[in-house]
């Protein structure tokens, strides 16, 4: 399938992108799209007008446009689970109808966000002073990554997010928290989940242990309201949602109930506009000028095409720290299949590996192998034009100063000449030649860089979309479903039958040799002294 790309890919030889820029004196606006108020440019890649017309008609024919349509339109396009696909449909503040098997979904959606909006102003006016999110994976990730994103809108109670079910986690959370005056929100599509109705129990019995009842201290977020109301939480503290919301694409809806009540119904309504532009402009741009299928296709270039096993996502902006974590459950999830959807071994690369950390701490720690490291890894710069510290501009304008130079460094490099320019005063012969060689940057490495006027809840809206929707794209192309989640099943059952094995009620004697010293080890020191 990628043999006309890969042939082009093998015409490049050794062939510099800054040349392409000498060849083409146009090539920055070429090669750049600005859509949906974000600037997205691509130019600082190999792409040349060949290698981006391949990869759109790739698109084509692997049947992008009818695929986006029928996920649009409620079509059960996750054909694993027999579910249509349609986080979108949380954020069509106004637009029309949306059928799912000949009903409209939307009444409900609205009745939801009406609902979620009353608890949460009535939890802003009240004297709650912490609401803690309770849940895990989708269930824990958005919020918690928009929570600490758009931190200068958060004017109610403090937020905080317990997902591991080590103890430590929750330990560490309710140390300091007045039980009189927190919330719990416990976040889960199943209402199944060993690691959030364990934290869910702990925080249950904090408080009965320090004699505060539990009754209206919690809240649940849930698919599956009847197991909410078995646990306790009645229907007035229930916010539920459809099965057509994937857990990683439900921050739009009650999952997102912890951000709203720290920012506020408005700010979250922000957030969904700046959804629903970018579904807008997905949905109808044509697709050499879709942004979503832009940066898709640059990211089948460089995993299936290049074979760049990985990509970094290089926040310069503090406070998207935890972009890359949710993204990383994003694509990761949604991409990580070694089936196509008819069941077949794919024969190409499943979705990349997804990693990073904001600029410009990672400079100081990984980027080094980024610029001089044998593999290449692509790289995908995010940066607000405007920082909110107005009174710190100068930071911000550093903050500009080094993503801008990270790429430039990345695409020019430094050759051997210009680095026996750099030591030629220090060292002579051999030894001079020695150290050059160590200051070579081999340069030519890829980046795209995203910018966006400044970190608000519309340009937050704006961004997730446009990476939910670039995971789509690449899923179709890849021909897979990007919307199930069978990979994490196995770890799940295998954890539930070593439960009993680490507390000693049964015996390791089924499991391998490694497992079985493992347990005897932690046994050893499992009780203390
Ligand atoms: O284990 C993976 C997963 O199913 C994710 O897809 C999901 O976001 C997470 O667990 C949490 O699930 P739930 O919201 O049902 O607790």
Redesign the pocket.
């Known amino acids: 399938m990628f043999d006309a790309l890969k042939s082009l890919a093998s015409q490049i030889g050794d062939r510099r992108i800054e040349a392409l820029f000498d060849e083409n004196a146009n090539r920055g606006p070429e090669f750049s799209l600005k859509a949906a108020g974000l600037f997205f440019d691509y130019s600082k890649t190999q792409l040349d007008e060949q290698i981006r017309a391949a990869l759109l008609t790739l698109a084509r024919e692997r049947g992008l446009e009818a695929r986006r349509e029928a996920m649009f339109t409620g079509h059960p396009i996750n054909e694993t689970e027999g579910r249509a696909v349609l986080h979108t449909a949380l954020r069509n503040l106004d637009g029309g109808p949306v059928h799912v098997d000949g009903e409209d979904v939307m009444p409900e959606v609205r009745e939801t966000l009406s609902r979620m909006e009353g608890l949460a102003a009535e939890i802003r006016a009240s004297d709650v002073t912490d609401v803690v999110n309770i849940?895990?994976?989708?269930?824990d990730l958005g919020p918690a990554m928009a929570y600490k994103a758009l931190g200068p809108y958060c004017d109610g109670p403090r937020c905080h997010f317990v997902s591991n079910v080590d103890g430590a986690d929750i330990a560490d959370t309710l140390r300091g928290l007045d039980p009189e005056t927190t919330l719990f929100i416990v976040?889960?599509?199943?209402f199944t989940?060993i690691e959030?109705m364990t934290n869910a129990r702990t925080a249950r019995a904090w408080l009965m242990d320090r004699e505060v009842s539990p009754e209206g201290r919690f809240v649940a977020l849930s698919s599956n309201q009847e197991k909410a109301a078995e646990w306790g939480i009645p229907p007035e503290r229930t916010f539920g949602f459809a099965d057509w919301v994937g857990?990683?694409y439900s921050m739009w809806g009650p999952i997102g109930l912890s951000l709203m009540i720290a920012m506020g119904g408005e700010a979250f309504r922000a957030f969904l506009r700046g959804g629903q532009e970018v579904d807008r402009h997905f949905e109808a741009a044509e697709l050499h000028e879709n942004l979503p299928v832009l940066l898709a296709l640059v990211g089948i270039w460089h995993n299936q095409v290049l074979g760049h096993a990985t990509r970094a996502v290089l926040p310069y902006d503090d406070r998207l720290a935890r972009l890359p974590a949710y993204f990383q459950q994003l694509e990761m999830?949604s991409n990580g299949k070694r089936v196509a959807m008819d069941g077949s071994d794919l024969p190409f690369d499943s979705g990349p590996v997804v990693w990073g950390e904001p600029g410009t701490n990672g400079q100081h720690a990984f980027y080094q192998l980024i610029h001089q490291g044998t593999r290449v890894i692509p790289c995908e710069f995010l940066l607000a034009a405007r920082g909110h510290e107005q009174d710190l501009r100068h930071h911000h304008d550093l903050l500009i100063a080094n993503c801008l130079a990270q790429s430039e460094a990345l695409m020019r490099g430094r050759d051997l000449e210009e680095a026996r320019g750099k030591v030629a005063g220090q060292f002579e012969g051999a030894e001079l030649e020695r150290q050059a060689r160590h200051r070579v940057f081999p340069g030519n490495r890829p980046s795209v860089t995203l910018v966006y006027p400044q970190l608000t809840p519309e340009v937050l809206g704006k961004i997730v979309a446009l990476y939910e929707h670039r995971v789509f794209v690449e899923g179709v192309i890849l021909g897979i479903n990007s919307f199930d989640?069978w990979g994490?099943e196995l770890g799940k059952e295998l954890a539930n039958s070593l439960g009993p094995v680490v507390t000693g009620e049964a015996d390791a004697s089924g499991k391998d040799g490694s497992t079985r010293q493992l347990v005897d080890f932690v046994h050893l020191y499992r009780d203390g002294d």
């Open positions: 849940g895990i994976g989708g269930s976040a889960s599509k199943t989940t959030t857990g990683r999830e989640q994490v």
